[in-house]
């Protein structure tokens, strides 16, 4: 493969000069566009890239994924593909299970990320009973408007005409997610540094911990102000964090 697939990975800003690439994956429902405003803020000293799920937006024509390893499977092919620099990644809720999933196939195949930051998910060797992806049509955007807050990510679902073009890839995600197996490892090798809103109510303090046992490297968990979507309204502190652990990034290439 020559270069990642535009329709994959999004840039919205250059940062020619990082020394790392951060690649963001988006939660159940969510788009590459919901990490544009990280993007603005990290460009000057990281490269941001940001993965498009199939299925929403401009790639709403195209077939669903309809499980993590298999998402996972597709974003390391490109996470593969972007060349030398350092590759870190960045999921948010379901993102996060992919982003170990995929972190889990770029060290098997010998391009070990520099850091995984998991954020607004619980641990892969945790689970709860959950069905969220078998409710009606009204009490799935419910839910995920509950879980919204007051963030706003979910305020577009009150729209008719989004909410029809929306449902079938949040409940395709929701489906993905509650179908993922249980797993204790094999653990990753970069350091897991965890993200989770105080008030989340799918994140107990010690689901977020158990990640711990998921790397050799290093591990650190960060407890923000907020609920699920604390990555909306506290946007600024997390991409401080973030940037304080990424900046000092060797530049040497994978």
């Known amino acids: 493969m020559n270069g990642p697939d535009p329709r994959w990975i999004r840039r919205y800003h250059r940062g020619p000069e990082a020394a790392v690439t951060l690649v963001c994956l988006a939660h159940a429902g969510g788009s590459a566009s919901f990490f544009y405003p990280f993007s603005a803020a990290l460009s000057r000293s990281v490269d941001v890239v940001a993965v498009q799920y199939p299925g929403r937006q401009d790639r709403h024509d195209e077939p669903q994924v309809d499980s993590v390893a298999a998402l996972a499977a597709a974003v390391a092919e490109q996470v593969a593909a972007l060349g030398p620099r350092p590759v870190a990644l960045f999921g948010h809720s379901m993102g996060a299970l992919v982003g170990y999933e995929t972190a889990l196939l770029l060290e098997q195949a010998g391009h070990q990320p520099t850091h995984l930051f998991a954020s607004g998910r619980r641990a892969p060797s945790t689970s709860r009973p959950e069905a ?123």
């Open 132 to 254: 969220v992806h078998r409710l009606s049509d009204n009490r799935l955007v419910a839910h995920v408007q509950e879980l919204d807050g007051d963030a706003g990510v979910a305020e577009a679902l009150n729209d008719p005409d989004v909410r029809t073009m929306a449902l079938p890839a949040l409940r395709t995600d929701y489906r993905a997610v509650e179908t993922y197996p249980v797993t204790a490892g094999p653990p990753l090798h970069c350091p897991i540094t965890v993200l989770t809103g105080r008030d989340d109510p799918v994140v107990s303090a010690a689901e977020a911990a158990a990640w711990q046992g998921h790397t050799l490297g290093s591990f650190e968990c960060l407890t923000f102000p907020g609920r699920h979507f604390f990555v909306a309204t506290h946007r600024d502190a997390v991409v401080s964090e973030i940037e304080r652990r990424l900046v000092a990034v060797p530049s040497a290439p994978r």
